[in-house]
Nanobody, 121 residues
């Protein structure tokens, strides 16, 4: 069993940056990938980035490619999402999840409660 906690959300102006953190505790061997997802008001949850447990395979959604960067921390159970050039449309609750390879939405077994990112002037 894994417990997942996100942090780092907040209010930022358009064009600004934020870094989200994800820390997993518990049976940290029970996953193949770590993903960041987001859900904006009135919209479905979407995958925005995924990193394999080894850190060798990384994917980004087209909407964030070139602006966001996912990375593993020095501690195996920590993952970061650096978000640059933020836009108002990036406003959402951001979730970290651990689960199956390539981070399929329905195949992520462990979810955090989310952290709110608001991009507004």
């Amino acid at each position: 069993q894994l417990h997942v906690v996100e942090s780092g959300g907040g209010l930022v102006q358009p064009g600004g940056s934020l870094t989200l953190s994800c820390v997993a505790s518990g049976s940290t061997s029970d996953y193949a990938s770590i993903g960041w997802f987001r859900q904006a008001p009135g919209k479905e949850r979407e995958r925005i980035s995924c990193i394999s447990r080894s850190g060798r395979n990384i994917h980004y959604a087209a909407s964030v490619n070139g602006r966001f960067n996912i990375s593993r921390g020095n501690a195996e159970n920590t993952t970061y999402l650096q978000m640059n050039e933020l836009k108002p449309e990036d406003t959402a609750v951001y979730y970290c999840a651990l689960g199956n390879p390539n981070c399929p939405l329905q195949g992520m077994n462990y979810w955090g409660k989310g952290t709110l990112v608001t991009v507004s002037s």
